[in-house]
């Protein structure tokens, strides 16, 4: 070999070992993309153990996990009207292994608390996992019988209304009636849906805004007794139990969502993971009749469809806390 063909092997074989070179570092992150998830998800909650979003969010969970082929841990950050789990989601890694649950409460909270961040432009939304209508309930040894009753005690003295963290679809709810209904009202904020049921089971408030999810349990048993619920029209449910309006109180409705949500700037492929076997796992007719058997419709989209919805109740519920002369926290 002379020495005209040695410089030109030398030349070849040096490119091969750049050109390796240059792709070592892509590779790995290849290969990461390609085996999301590669470590245990950790789901954030921002409500207590035992309400609706806590238990629909284990099941679904329990289903991911076994498609996904890793863990799915619920972690319960409940308080501050979510700002506590949005801000612990915040500064988790934006790898997709740590997600959030938004709910129309952190809709409501856009208008209703002065956030150092934004839920729409901060976050990625993947998928709704469900909706819901809430229950106006009282304790079975309530005076209170039915909706009328309790606007007629209204007139007589201050009624307390009971509901989880403010902030809380439920919480915002109960606000929302004491507006429509023009009551003196107190709204009583608690830190879980147990110590809202404890509080009307004893008749410490009148009347408590709470799912039908967390409280199945105290409704079947005869614990607690339902008056109304929120939507615009009986729950499959509850076909017995009049909604506000029809019981009375018009101009009132609320439906609730949940939703899985990730950080602003997680990898698009683990968004396609999510949102592919979320779409799966809801269509699972064990999962679709466990959650209406729980009092919740089990309803997947698109991440596009999902910031539609968020815009949407994000303007609807300004509106009201504005009509209502509710302050900004």
């Given at each position: 070999?002379?020495?005209?063909?040695?410089?030109?092997?030398?030349?070849?074989?040096?490119?091969?070992?750049?050109?390796?070179?240059?792709?070592?570092?892509?590779?790995?992150?290849?290969?990461?993309?390609?085996?999301?998830?590669?470590?245990?998800?950790?789901?954030?909650?921002?409500?207590?153990?035992?309400?609706?979003?806590?238990?629909?969010?284990?099941?679904?969970?329990?289903?991911?996990?076994?498609?996904?082929?890793?863990?799915?841990?619920v972690d319960n950050r409940p308080g501050a009207g979510g700002i506590v789990a949005a801000k612990a989601l915040l500064a988790a890694p934006k790898d997709g292994h740590t997600l959030i649950v938004f709910s129309n409460g952190t809709a409501i909270g856009k208008s209703l608390f002065k956030l150092?961040?934004?839920?729409?432009?901060?976050?990625?939304?993947?998928?709704?996992?469900?909706?819901?209508?809430?229950?106006?309930v009282t304790g079975k040894?309530?005076?209170?019988?039915?909706?009328?009753?309790?606007?007629?005690?209204?007139?007589?003295?201050?009624?307390?209304?009971?509901?989880?963290?403010?902030?809380?679809t439920q919480n915002l709810s109960a606000a929302l009636f004491k507006s429509v209904a023009k009551i003196n009202a107190t709204v009583v904020p608690f830190k879980n849906t147990p110590e809202v049921l404890t509080a009307t089971i004893r008749n410490d408030v009148d009347v408590s805004f709470e799912s039908y999810t967390a409280l199945k349990g105290a409704v079947q048993s005869g614990q607690i007794r339902v008056?109304?619920?929120?939507?615009?029209?009986?729950?499959?449910?509850?076909?017995?139990?009049?909604?506000?309006?029809?019981?009375?109180?018009?101009?009132?409705?609320v439906t609730g969502w949940n939703s899985l949500y990730g950080p602003a700037?997680?990898?698009?492929?683990?968004?396609?993971?999510?949102?592919?076997?979320?779409?799966?796992?809801?269509?699972?007719?064990?999962?679709?009749?466990?959650?209406?058997?729980?009092?919740?419709?089990?309803?997947?989209?698109?991440?596009e469809e999902m910031a539609a919805v968020f815009k949407r109740d994000t303007a609807k519920w300004a509106q009201i806390i504005q009509q209502a002369n509710i302050k900004a926290q």
């Open positions: 070999m002379n020495a005209a063909q040695f410089a030109d092997l030398f030349k070849r074989n040096l490119c091969k070992v750049l050109l390796l070179g240059a792709l070592t570092p892509i590779m790995p992150a290849a290969w990461a993309q390609a085996t999301y998830p590669s470590q245990p998800i950790k789901i954030i909650v921002p409500f207590g153990p035992g309400g609706l979003a806590d238990i629909t969010m284990r099941f679904v969970g329990q289903k991911l996990a076994e498609r996904l082929g890793q863990q799915v841990v150092d961040y934004d839920p729409e432009t901060d976050f990625t939304p993947i998928s709704s996992v469900a909706y819901f209508d809430l229950i106006l040894d309530s005076a209170v019988t039915d909706l009328k009753s309790l606007l007629e005690l209204s007139r007589q003295r201050s009624l307390n209304l009971g509901s989880i963290n403010p902030g809380s008056l109304a619920t929120t939507g615009p029209t009986r729950a499959p449910w509850l076909p017995n139990v009049p909604t506000v309006m029809e019981a009375g109180l018009a101009g009132y409705e700037g997680m990898p698009a492929s683990a968004v396609a993971t999510l949102n592919k076997h979320i779409q799966e796992v809801m269509a699972l007719p064990e999962v679709r009749n466990r959650l209406i058997e729980l009092g919740t419709g089990p309803r997947a989209s698109t991440p």
